[in-house]
């Protein structure tokens, strides 16, 4: 593959020969007009460009009906700002992009880097199927590309806070402008995309429009309070932009550039926003390094661990949870946010988590596997190491001691309990922080709220049994 250097993300010129053809710019999860250098690399070639969607079903199938919808209310959005020049092609991209550059004689693809192992694979599929024709990926969704922060011996950064200090060092280049004078190739025939009309949530306007206006209205309100109220999804006070950056209808750079120019940009909030940010490079960086991490355990010590099988004895418990009838009223409200919305906010995901692994004693990528079916913004690396890390079992890990109580979590970040009656009509009779604990509450479980279908203490402690077995066997 033809790499442009991600620290400054310039178009190489290509040969003389390749220039003035048509080059492809196959868009992934990059869906925008705005601070793209693949795009600019593109035009650069100096012939029309012709913007092309893969609707890989091998993707897709994984992705859930949720993300599909949302993928394609999306491209419909980038169709209109590149004024209808979008051509969908739906099958595998190693044979659908060597046909399309063979219809318009295309001399170059052009693509952003991709670092998840799928990804990655099939960028190598579709090189070879290729042949002569380059495939040139300039720039990454990430502000600085996986593979890039490196320790001074060249290893990679296995832990945050160092990464985030040499991410930070690092730095990452300006945003890239839109071309002047881009054409775009016509006339060429484009397929429906066959799960358009299936969505099973409300349609959401999600295009780049849509980021950007969120973006500003965040960096008006919220940025520079972020610090102090991101923790309370009883609030509406962090970004709400996982989905945009998971479709790349914003990218970091833009974000980061807007805040260093923001006049609260050095505040304590706007800096714990960049952290915020800067754990999605990280963790991308670590599935760069260790593919194998999107679905084993990092900790190798924790890999004999005793599980419960969710499709065997534990699947009833299983089934509560996802579902949202566990009897707990935080976790049950997080996990009807994420069926109702497809979204859940950071700190329910940590609490809903730590119930699956720690209270059902299932194992993460379980767990896992059903966000990536649910989730709107739903991405292999913040996903799956996230669930790692509230398993103790990845970088960082929480500790594996560390068992959240869902109770206490529930009356420190929502303490009038509004999220709470927010997701679980059940308990819209029961008043303020009182609703975490309902039974303790005349009445509180009379409108159909169901029993704890576990004991959190017993259950904790069972985890903790489990884990030190697993310790001493390794
Ligand atoms: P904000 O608080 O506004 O943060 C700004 C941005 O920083 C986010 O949009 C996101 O890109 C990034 N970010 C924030 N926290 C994290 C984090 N812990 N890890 C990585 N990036 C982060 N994030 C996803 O984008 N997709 C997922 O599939 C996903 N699954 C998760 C699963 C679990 C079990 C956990 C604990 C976390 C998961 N996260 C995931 C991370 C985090 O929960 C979401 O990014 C965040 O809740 C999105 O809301 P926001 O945009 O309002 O975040």
Redesign the pocket.
Known sequence: MVQQDDTDARPVPLPPMMALMTALLWLRRDLRLHDLPALLAAHEAGGDVLPVFVADPVLLASAGAVRRAHLAAALEELDAAYDGAVVVRVGRPEEEIPRLVGEVGAGSVHVSRESTPYGRRRDARVERALGDVPLVATGTPYAVGPGLVRKADGEPFRVFTPFSRAWREHGWPRPAPVPAGLTWQRGVESSPLPWADESPLPAVSCGEATALARWEE?LAG?LAD?NRD?DRPDLDA?????????YGTIH?RTMLADIAAHPAGRSEGAQR?VT??C??E??ADVLWHRPESAWSDLREELRGMEYADPEGDAADRVRAWQEGRTGFPFVDAGMRQLLTEG????RV??V??SFLVKDLHVWWGH??RY??AH?R???????????Q??AGTGTDPAPYFRVFNPVAQGERFDPDGEYVRRYVPELAHVPGGAVHQPWRVPDGLAHGYPERIVDHAEERAEALRRYEAARRRS
């Open positions: 965040f919220g972020y991101r962090t970004s709400q932009m996982s989905v945009h950056l998971k970091p926003f915020e940010l754990w999605r990280f963790y979204w859940m906010h950071n995901r940590m809903v988590a767990g896992a966000f990536l989730l913004d739903g991405d292999v690396a913040s996903n799956n190491h996230g669930w890390w509230v």
